[in-house]
C-alpha cells in the first residue's frame, strides 16, 4: 500500500526570485530627482545655441553647393548665385542681430566652424542682415581677425546695417537703398553695382570704389585710394565732393 | 540614530592617548573638530576590524601609538601586547609568527599545535613588516584577512582582529612591500614628529605607560594564552580577565574601555550608517576615475596611455594602476567609522574626503612626471599621502561643478536599470561612460 | 558678528559641500576709526589664502537695508564660490585675464573685466546652485555705472528684480550691453575663454567711459563690495602651479611674457620672485623668459639611468623557506626545525647576495653643450625645444642631486660661447640655456676638456639641430670618450643622419630626435644601449 504522506521536499530551496534579478547598481538614486531653479539664462543660452546651430549649418550647407572643395571665385554670376543659396536656409531661422554677430566670431573658431571662406561668408552674413527682423543692426566686429568680404550686399531700403571694425572687398556692393556704416576701413570695390541708399566709410577706402554704381552714395571719412567707373551717384572724401567732381578717370591714386 | 554614549567612551579613550601617552599635533579637521591622524584611524582601525599601515621615521611613535590603542580598545594590559608583538626581520619563521608543534608530543610521535600569543589575541600588531620577507608578510596578512591561522593542519579562527604594521621608510635594510600585499591595507597613516616642543616633553616627563600596565592580569592572560586548551575554550577565559582590567582602567584612569558586546554593539551601529546621496555619487566618481581606460578597457598597470585621449584631465591620466576593489570597502568602513564617531547620521562628503587619501595613498603608483612635478612640492604628509590628498580635492572640484547632474544620470540609470524607457544622460567625466556601460550590461 | 559666522558655517559647509576653507572672521574697525575711514565701509569681503574676513563695518553699514545674518551668509556664499568654482586656481585666473587683454589691450581694462567676469559666474552659479542670499545683497548694493549693468544683467539672467528700472538700461544703448551679456553662457567652464571675449567686447566701451570720468574726477575708483580678486588669494604653491599650468597650456613665449609682466608688481608682492631659482623669495625681478621654460621644463620628467649598486659580497642566509623531501639539505637550519628531518617542520635558509661597499648607486653630474646658431630658434622669441629639453635634462639631474654645467654654443671659436661652471643653482643655469648668439655654428672642443678631464663619471647631454661645421670633429670627440652620451638633435636633416651613422656603434651614446614638445619625455638620460645580452661584458 502506497503511503499516503507526500514524498519528503528537498531541503533545499528552490532559488527565489529575488536571487536573479541582478543587483540595481543605482538602487540609492531611484527617488532622486534634481532641484534648484532652472535660471532663465538656461533657456537663453540654450535658445541661442540652438539658433547658432542653425545659422551654422545653414552656412554649412552653402559652403556645400556652392564651394565646391573650399574654392570660390568671385564673380557676378557666383554670387548671385551664393545669395539665392543663402537666402533660402536664413529664410527658415529667426535670429537677432546680436546671432549674427556670434556667427562672425564663431567663424573664426574652427573647432566651432571648421571652414571660413571669406567670400560665402561675406554672402551669408549678407542674407542674414537682409532678412533679419531689426531694422537697425550694428555688429561690433572690430576684434574680429578677418575682414569680411561681400558684407552688406543688396542691403534693402529701410534697413542700416553699421558694422565696427574693418571690412573687406566688394563691401557694400549691390546696396539697394539701405544704409550701410562702417566704423573702421574698407578695402577695394567698395560700393560696386549699388543701386540707392548710402555707404559711410568712417576711416578709408581701396581702390574701385563705386564701380559701376548706379544711384546712391557713398561717404568715406578717410582716403580714397581710387574710385571705379561710376555711372551714377555721389562719392564724398571728408566731405569734399569727389564725384561727380574734377576727377573723371577711373582707379586715380592720391 | 540612538545615542548610547559609545561615541563619548571613543572620544575619552582618544583624548586620553593624546594627552597623555601619544604627544602629536592635530593634522585634520572635520566638522570643525581637530585630530590627529595617526589616533584617529588607529582607533577606527581598532573598532572596525581593519589593517592599518603606520610609516614613518624610527623612533615617532609607530609601534606605540598602536600598542595604546589596541590597549584601550580591546583591554589587553601593555605587557601582553608587547609579548604579542611580531617583529620584522629576515629571520622570522611561521613558528614564531603562528604556532610551532609541541615539541613533547613531537618527540611522541604526536602532533599537536602551541599557537603563539600574536595567533591568538585579537589585537596584531607587527612591527617593520616590511623587514619580512615577502612569504612572511603574505602569510601574516592572508591570516589576518579571513581571521584563520593555520598550522600542520590545526586551525584557529579569530572572531574578532585588527592589524596594526608599521614599516620604515625605504633603506638598505628593508624590502618593498609589493603592491598585492600593501593593497591589502585598508589605510596608511604617517605618525609625525609632534614638534620640538612636545617632544621635549617627552623625553622631560615620565612616562605614563605604566598606567596602562598591570603585572597580575599580565600574568593571568600569559597563563590563559599557554594553556593546552582548545582555543574556543580559552576565549571566554582572555575575555574575563580582559574585563576585569578594563574596571581596573576605568578606576585607575576614568577611561571606559570597551568590552567584546560593545565593541559588537559599536560595529552593528557603524554599520547602519549609509552614505548620502552626494557621498555616493563622489565616491563613484573616484572610482571611475581611478579605473576607467576609454582606450583599453580599465587602467592596466602593463599598458601606456594614449597621446590625445579625451580624459587627459582625470586621475587615469595620472596614475598607472588600477585601483582594487578593497579601495571602496576601506573607504566605507572608515567613513563609516568616523561619522559614527562624530555622531552624524549618515556618512557626507567631508567624512569620505578625511578618510580617502589614508585608504588611497598606497594604493595608487602615480606616473613619474606627476611625481618629478609634485615631490618638490610644500607639504606636511608623506608624498603617497599629499598626493592622494591633491587627488581628492581636484576630483572635489569636479564634483562640485556637476554634482546635480551626476546625481541626475545616476537617477536616470537607476531607471534604465528597472526597465525604464529613458536614454542616459551625457557628461564629459568618465562616470557617464561607467554608468553606460552598466546599462548596456544589463540591457544585454 | 563672529557668532553669526558660527552659527551659519556649518550649514553654509555643508551648502558648498564641504570646502577646505578655515572658518571666516570678522574684522571690526574700532571706533576711532570709524569716523576717519569711509572708505572701509566699501568692501564687505576679503580673501587672502583661502582666509574670508568679512568686514564689519560693511555689514553694519548694510544692517539698515538687510538683516546682518544675511549680509554675512551672502559675502561668504560668493567667497566660497571663488574657491570652489571660479576661478578655483591661477591658472585659471591667468587664462581669464589674458583672454581678456586679447580683447581690451590694457593691462587695468583686462583686470577690470576679468574680475567682473569672475564675479558673474560666482554669483549666477550660487544662485542656479544653491539656495542663497546674493540677489538680496545686490539689490541693497550701492551702485556706479557698471554696476548697474551688471545689476541689470543678474536681473534678466535669474529672473529676480534687483530695483533697477528698465528706463535706466534705456540710457546710452545700456540695454544692448545687457542683452549680449545675456547671452554669455557663464556656467559653461569649457567656454570661458571664448565668453570672457565676449563679455569684455561688449562691457569695453563703458569700462573705458568709467575710467575717463575717473580720471578726469581724479579718483581711484569704485572698490568692489564683494573682494577684490588680486594675487592674495593664492599661496606661493598655488602661483607655481598656476605659472606651470599656464606655460604648458599656452606653450607660447610671448603670451606667457605677457601675463607675467603684467602681473610682476603683483608677484614681487606676493613674494615671488627668481632668487634660488625655484622661483620664490624676494630677489631678483621676474624673467618671464626663463621662468616660461623653467615652469614648462616642470611638466615634463625624464628618467636618468643611474649607476647601479656594485654587489660585491657574498652570498648569506637571509630567510627560512619549508623545505620539501627531495630538497638538498644542507642549507638546513638545525634550530628552527627542532632537530627535525620531516616535511612541514623543516625549515631550511634561503640565502642572499650581500651589498658591500661598492660604488653607491648614484647620477653623475652632467655636462649640457646647447646650440644657439642661427639656425636654432631664439628661445627668447619663441619656444625653443632645445632649450626646453636642455631644461628637462637640467631638471633631472639636479633632482637627483647632481650638478651641471652648461656650454651654450654658436661660433664659439669667435667667441660666440657662454660658459658655466658646474653648479647646482638652477636659476643661473636657466640663463645660461636662455642665451642665443644666433651666430654660426661651430664647436670648440677644446673648451670641453676642462670639463671632462678629472671627472670620474660624467654624463654629456648635447642638443642640437646637427648643422654644426666641425661635426667630423664632435664625432671623433665622441669616438674617443667613454662618458654617456644622450644627443638629442632638433627634428631630421642629413646632418643629424649623418651623426647617427657614424655613431651607432658606440654603445655610450644614444641619439633621439626632437619635433615636438611630446617627443621630450621619451628621452632617457645616460642610457647604455645593450647588446643581444644584457650582462655580456666587452673586455677592452
Redesign the interface.
Known amino acids: 500500500m502506497k503511503s499516503s504522506t507526500p514524498p519528503h521536499k528537498s531541503s533545499i530551496l528552490p532559488p527565489n526570485n529575488e536571487n536573479r534579478i541582478?543587483k540595481?547598481?543605482?538602487?540609492?538614486?531611484?527617488?532622486?530627482?534634481?532641484?534648484?531653479p532652472d535660471l532663465p539664462l538656461d533657456q537663453i543660452v540654450q535658445s541661442t545655441e540652438a539658433v547658432m546651430d542653425r545659422i551654422r549649418c545653414g552656412y554649412e550647407k552653402l559652403l556645400e553647393e556652392e564651394a565646391k572643395e573650399l574654392v570660390w571665385m568671385v564673380q557676378y554670376n557666383t554670387i548671385i548665385k551664393a545669395y539665392e543659396v543663402a537666402e533660402k536656409y536664413v529664410k527658415e531661422i529667426s535670429y537677432t542681430a546680436e546671432d549674427i554677430e556670434d556667427f562672425c566670431f564663431a567663424l573664426e573658431n574652427t573647432q566651432r566652424i571648421p571652414y571660413l571662406i571669406p567670400g560665402p561668408a561675406g554672402i551669408y552674413l549678407s542674407a542674414l542682415c537682409n532678412y533679419t527682423n531689426e531694422e537697425e543692426i550694428v555688429l561690433k566686429l572690430s576684434e574680429l581677425k578677418t575682414e569680411i568680404n561681400l558684407v552688406g550686399f543688396r542691403l534693402p531700403k529701410g534697413k542700416r546695417l553699421m558694422i565696427e571694425g574693418d571690412t573687406g572687398d566688394f563691401t557694400g556692393i549691390g546696396l539697394e537703398g539701405g544704409e550701410l556704416v562702417i566704423d573702421g576701413n574698407s578695402k577695394n570695390w567698395t560700393g560696386a553695382g549699388m543701386r540707392g541708399g548710402k555707404i559711410l566709410i568712417k576711416k578709408n577706402i581701396g581702390l574701385h570704389t563705386g564701380e559701376w554704381m548706379m544711384g546712391g552714395e557713398i561717404y568715406v571719412g578717410g582716403r580714397v585710394r581710387g574710385l571705379g567707373n561710376i555711372v551714377e551717384g555721389k562719392v564724398y572724401e571728408r566731405e569734399k565732393l569727389l564725384y561727380p567732381g574734377k576727377v573723371r578717370y577711373p582707379n586715380v591714386y592720391y | 540614530m540612538g545615542k548610547n554614549g559609545y561615541q563619548k567612551q571613543a572620544m575619552g579613550i582618544y583624548r586620553f592617548i593624546s594627552e597623555h601617552l601619544y604627544f602629536n599635533r592635530p593634522d585634520m579637521v572635520i566638522?570643525?573638530e581637530c585630530f590627529n591622524s595617526a589616533i584617529l584611524l588607529s582607533l577606527l582601525t581598532g573598532l572596525k576590524k581593519g589593517k592599518e599601515l603606520i610609516i614613518g621615521e624610527p623612533g615617532l611613535g609607530k609601534t606605540t601609538s598602536a600598542e595604546y590603542v589596541c590597549s584601550l580598545i580591546y583591554q589587553f594590559p601593555l605587557g601582553v601586547i608587547w609579548g604579542s608583538e611580531v617583529s620584522g626581520h629576515?629571520?622570522?619563521?611561521?613558528?614564531k609568527i603562528i604556532g610551532?608543534?609541541d615539541?613533547g608530543k613531537?618527540n611522541r610521535g604526536e602532533e599537536d599545535v602551541v599557537w603563539t600569543n600574536f595567533s591568538q589575541i585579537p589585537v596584531k600588531i607587527v612591527d617593520e613588516i616590511n623587514r619580512l620577507?615577502e612569504?612572511?608578510q603574505s602569510m601574516i596578512l592572508d591570516g589576518v584577512d579571513r581571521g584563520n591561522w593555520e598550522y600542520?593542519n590545526e586551525m584557529i579562527i579569530n572572531e574578532e582582529y585588527c592589524l596594526f604594521a608599521t614599516a620604515n621608510y625605504q633603506d638598505?635594510g628593508t624590502n618593498t612591500i609589493i603592491a598585492p600585499l600593501v593593497d591589502r591595507f585598508d589605510v596608511m597613516v604617517e605618525s609625525r614628529h609632534p614638534g620640538a616642543n612636545l617632544s621635549f616633553l617627552v623625553g622631560k616627563d615620565k612616562r605614563k605607560d605604566h598606567i596602562l600596565r598591570h603585572p597580575k592580569y599580565e600574568k593571568d592572560l600569559y597563563h590563559v594564552l599557554k594553556s593546552k586548551v582548545a582555543y574556543e575554550k580559552k576565549t571566554p577565559k582572555i575575555e574575563e580577565v580582559c574585563n576585569a582590567y578594563g574596571e581596573y582602567l576605568d578606576e585607575a584612569t576614568g577611561i571606559k574601555s570597551f568590552q567584546k558586546q560593545d565593541r559588537d554593539q559599536i560595529r552593528t551601529e557603524m554599520e547602519r550608517l549609509?552614505?548620502d546621496?552626494?557621498a555616493?555619487?563622489f565616491t563613484r566618481m573616484l572610482l571611475a576615475e581611478l579605473s576607467f581606460c576609454e582606450w583599453y578597457g580599465q587602467k592596466r598597470i602593463v599598458e601606456n596611455c594614449e597621446?590625445g585621449c579625451h580624459y587627459t584631465g582625470y586621475l587615469c591620466r595620472q596614475i598607472k594602476n588600477c585601483a582594487s576593489n578593497r579601495l571602496p570597502s576601506s573607504i566605507k568602513q572608515y567613513a563609516q567609522g568616523l561619522a559614527w564617531l562624530l555622531e552624524d547620521a549618515e556618512i557626507?562628503?567631508?567624512h569620505i574626503?578625511a578618510v580617502v587619501p589614508y585608504a588611497l595613498g598606497h594604493r595608487i603608483q602615480w606616473k613619474?612626471?606627476v611625481?618629478?612635478?609634485k615631490?618638490?612640492?610644500?607639504r606636511d604628509d608623506p608624498i603617497p599621502i599629499f598626493l592622494a590628498k591633491e587627488a581628492v580635492?581636484a576630483v572635489?572640484?569636479r564634483?562640485?561643478?556637476q554634482?546635480?547632474?551626476l546625481?541626475?544620470a545616476?537617477?536616470a540609470?537607476?531607471?534604465i536599470?528597472?526597465g525604464g524607457d529613458l536614454e542616459p544622460l551625457e557628461g564629459?567625466h568618465p562616470i557617464y561612460v561607467e554608468?553606460k556601460k552598466?546599462i548596456g550590461a544589463?540591457r544585454s | 558678528m563672529q557668532s553669526i559666522i558660527e552659527e551659519i558655517?556649518?550649514k553654509l559647509?555643508?551648502k558648498?559641500?564641504?570646502?577646505?576653507i578655515p572658518?571666516p572672521r570678522v574684522r571690526e574697525t574700532p571706533e576711532q576709526e570709524k569716523s576717519e575711514s569711509e572708505e572701509d565701509e566699501d568692501v564687505g569681503l576679503e580673501m587672502k589664502q583661502k582666509q574670508l574676513t568679512i568686514n564689519g563695518a560693511f555689514v553694519s553699514q548694510m544692517k539698515e537695508k538687510m538683516p546682518e545674518k544675511r549680509v554675512i551668509e551672502a559675502l561668504l556664499d560668493h567667497g566660497i564660490t571663488h574657491y570652489?568654482?571660479c576661478p578655483?586656481d591661477f591658472h585659471t585666473h591667468l587664462r581669464l585675464y589674458a583672454a581678456a587683454k586679447k580683447v581690451v589691450g590694457d593691462k587695468d581694462l583686462a583686470k577690470q573685466v576679468s574680475n567682473h567676469f569672475i564675479d558673474v559666474i560666482a554669483d549666477t552659479h550660487c544662485v542656479k546652485?544653491r539656495f542663497t542670499e546674493i540677489p538680496e545683497l545686490h539689490r541693497n548694493l550701492r551702485k556706479g555705472d557698471v554696476e548697474e549693468v551688471i545689476a541689470s544683467l543678474y536681473q534678466e539672467i535669474w529672473g529676480m528684480d534687483l530695483g533697477i528700472a528698465p528706463s535706466k538700461m534705456g540710457v546710452k544703448g545700456r540695454a544692448d550691453i545687457v542683452r549680449r551679456l545675456a547671452r554669455i553662457p557663464y556656467l559653461d567652464?569649457?567656454r570661458w575663454g571664448e565668453s570672457i571675449q565676449k563679455f569684455a567686447r561688449t562691457l569695453k566701451p563703458l569700462l573705458i567711459q568709467e575710467q575717463k570720468e575717473q580720471g578726469a574726477q581724479g579718483g581711484k575708483g569704485e572698490r568692489n563690495p564683494q573682494g577684490e580678486h588680486d594675487l592674495n588669494h593664492y599661496s606661493?604653491?598655488e602661483i607655481d602651479q598656476g605659472l606651470?599650468d599656464y606655460a604648458r597650456q599656452t606653450m607660447t613665449l610671448s603670451e606667457f611674457k605677457d601675463v607675467v609682466e603684467d602681473f610682476s608688481d603683483e608677484l614681487s608682492g606676493a613674494g615671488y620672485g627668481m632668487e634660488g631659482g625655484m622661483g620664490r623669495g624676494q630677489g631678483n625681478p621676474v624673467d618671464a623668459d626663463v621662468l616660461f621654460y623653467m615652469k614648462l621644463a616642470?611638466?615634463?620628467?625624464i628618467?636618468v639611468k643611474k649607476f647601479p649598486l656594485e654587489e660585491k659580497g657574498s652570498l648569506h642566509p637571509?630567510?627560512?623557506?619549508?623545505w620539501e623531501i627531495g630538497a638538498p639539505y644542507q642549507d638546513v637550519d638545525v634550530w628552527?626545525s627542532?632537530g627535525?628531518i620531516m616535511p612541514?617542520?623543516t625549515?631550511t635558509w634561503?640565502k642572499r647576495e650581500g651589498?658591500g661597499r661598492g660604488k653607491i648607486e648614484g647620477t653623475p653630474d652632467c655636462l649640457i653643450v646647447v646650440d644657439s646658431s642661427g639656425s636654432m630658434i631664439n628661445p627668447r622669441k619663441s619656444l625653443s625645444y632645445a632649450v626646453l629639453g636642455a631644461a628637462c635634462a637640467t631638471?633631472?639631474y639636479l633632482?637627483n642631486n647632481s650638478k651641471v654645467a652648461v656650454y651654450n654654443f654658436s661660433d664659439a671659436p669667435m667667441g660666440g660661447k657662454d660658459i658655466l661652471n658646474y653648479t647646482d643653482r638652477r636659476e643661473d643655469i636657466y640663463r645660461v640655456l636662455c642665451k642665443y648668439f644666433g651666430g654660426g655654428t661651430a664647436l670648440d672642443l677644446e673648451d670641453l676638456m676642462p670639463f671632462i678631464q678629472g671627472k670620474r663619471k660624467l654624463d654629456l647631454f648635447i642638443i642640437t639641430d646637427m648643422k654644426i661645421t666641425n661635426l667630423e670633429a664632435l664625432i671623433g670627440f665622441f669616438g674617443q670618450i667613454q662618458n654617456r652620451v644622450t644627443a638629442v638633435h632638433i627634428g631630421d636633416n642629413p646632418y643629424a643622419a649623418r651623426f647617427e651613422k657614424a655613431v651607432e656603434r658606440k654603445k655610450n651614446i644614444s641619439i633621439y630626435t626632437v619635433k615636438r614638445t611630446?617627443d621630450i619625455?621619451h628621452i632617457v638620460l645616460g642610457k647604455i644601449r645593450d647588446y643581444f645580452n644584457p650582462t655580456h661584458t666587452k673586455k677592452s
Open positions: 541582478a540595481n547598481p543605482f538602487e540609492e538614486f531611484k527617488t532622486f530627482t534634481a532641484s534648484g | 566638522k570643525g629576515p629571520e622570522q619563521t611561521e613558528e610551532r608543534p615539541l613531537l620577507p612569504t612572511k600542520l638598505g549609509e552614505f546621496l552626494d555616493s555619487a597621446e557626507d562628503i567631508e574626503s613619474d612626471e611625481l618629478s612635478q615631490e618638490r612640492s610644500k580635492k572635489s572640484q564634483y562640485r561643478e554634482s546635480e547632474h546625481k541626475d545616476l537617477a540609470g537607476s531607471k536599470f528597472l564629459d554608468v552598466d544589463r | 558655517w556649518p559647509r555643508k558648498h559641500l564641504y570646502p577646505e572658518m570652489t568654482f578655483w546652485k567652464r569649457s606661493s604653491e606651470r616642470e611638466n615634463y620628467s628618467p637571509y630567510s627560512h623557506c619549508p628552527t627542532f627535525k612541514g617542520i625549515q634561503t651589498k631638471n633631472a633632482h611630446e619625455p
